[in-house]
């Protein structure tokens, strides 16, 4: 089975550095290629018609297209069987963001692309339902995270810090809890608001560091407002550390679990509360450390995402190795 997987064409793949979205195209590459039988072929440049040729050249039997704006190009393709995955972090929140012009995008899509869906949450799934489009043409696959290049402690050797990880910029919300000092913030600089200058700001990890330092920490704070399957939240897990999230970045996770706790939209400007959650949470995630990791194995790791992904290309495509 040849599968085309077509990127954002904005930065490298793999990526050099940060690149949530290059990651897991990377990824979906390798794991997909673990089974005999299977080769995959990234498409990753901005421009339109490279990407067309390049695509008809790898004459696929699944194109799987992984950038929001890039589904105009769906009819373009030899092959129709076209999968889209669209990763924008406000996509179950259209109606509350109608001034960056999702909406008119996504009904654009909705009613004149033939591609199937793999929704990233169900909140997702069901937005798509609601806008129109039929059920049985919206799948759900989670993200994975690449358990086999993170380092695990058995013990966090920051037993009484958390970490938070990600891009810094306005979504994520750095700027709100910096002053939080039992948090190391790591991320590239995108937000004004924020204090580089704080001695809890780390700057921004290689991959390297990424995957050896990651599972030193007790515990991952991410209070943004908006994600659609975050995939640091898949990395934690797998690294042992709980997890203190916002409402919008639950996705797929079982939020009655003592190591994961949720911090109501009303109170994410609490500093106070968040502070207290964020440290009884370090003292739980002391004790269910390898339970947390054996959570994460269980859910999110590429062998998971991989069975659903094959599971759909046969519902969908009839196409079985």
Not at 209 to 223: C, F, T
Not at 250 to 262: E, G, H, K, Q
Request: hydrophobic residues 40%; negative net charge; proline residues 5%.
């Amino acid at each position: 089975m040849r599968i085309t997987i077509i990127g954002p064409g904005i930065m490298p793949i793999p990526p050099r550095g940060w690149g949530a979205v290059e990651s897991l195209i990377w990824d979906y590459k390798l794991f997909l290629e673990k089974i005999p039988g299977i080769a995959v072929t990234i498409v990753n440049t901005p421009q339109p018609h490279e990407i067309i040729r390049l695509t008809n050249d790898s004459v696929p039997d699944v194109v799987h297209i992984q950038y929001d704006n890039l589904w105009p190009l769906w009819d373009a393709f030899h092959c129709k069987n076209v999968l889209h995955t669209n990763h924008y972090g406000y996509l179950d929140q259209l109606e509350m963001r109608s001034g960056d012009g999702y909406i008119a995008m996504f009904n654009d899509f909705i009613h004149n692309c033939k591609a199937y869906i793999v929704a990233l949450s169900p909140s997702i799934r069901n937005m798509y339902i609601k806008y129109g489009c039929p059920p049985e043409r919206v799948g759900l696959i989670p993200n994975g995270a690449n358990h086999e290049i993170f380092h695990y402690r058995e013990e966090a050797l920051y037993k009484d810090r958390g970490i938070y990880l990600a891009k810094i910029d306005y979504r994520k919300r750095q700027a709100v809890y910096q002053s939080i000092d039992f948090i190391d913030f790591v991320g590239n600089l995108a937000d004004g608001g924020f204090n580089p200058q704080r001695s809890n700001y780390k700057g921004e990890w290689s991959k390297a560091e990424l995957y050896q330092h990651l599972s030193d920490y007790s515990n991952l704070v991410l209070l943004s407002d908006g994600e659609a399957h975050s995939l640091v939240c898949c990395e934690a897990l797998v690294c042992g550390l709980g997890l203190v999230i916002s409402e919008f970045a639950a996705a797929n996770l079982d939020t009655t679990l003592p190591w994961i706790d949720v911090i109501p939209t009303e109170k994410l400007n609490d500093i106070d509360y968040i502070s207290n959650v964020i440290r009884e949470n370090q003292k739980k995630c002391v004790m269910y450390r390898p339970q947390i990791r054996a959570y994460g194995l269980a859910h999110f790791t590429w062998k998971v995402v991989v069975d659903k992904y094959l599971q759909t290309i046969e519902k969908y495509f009839h196409l079985s190795l």
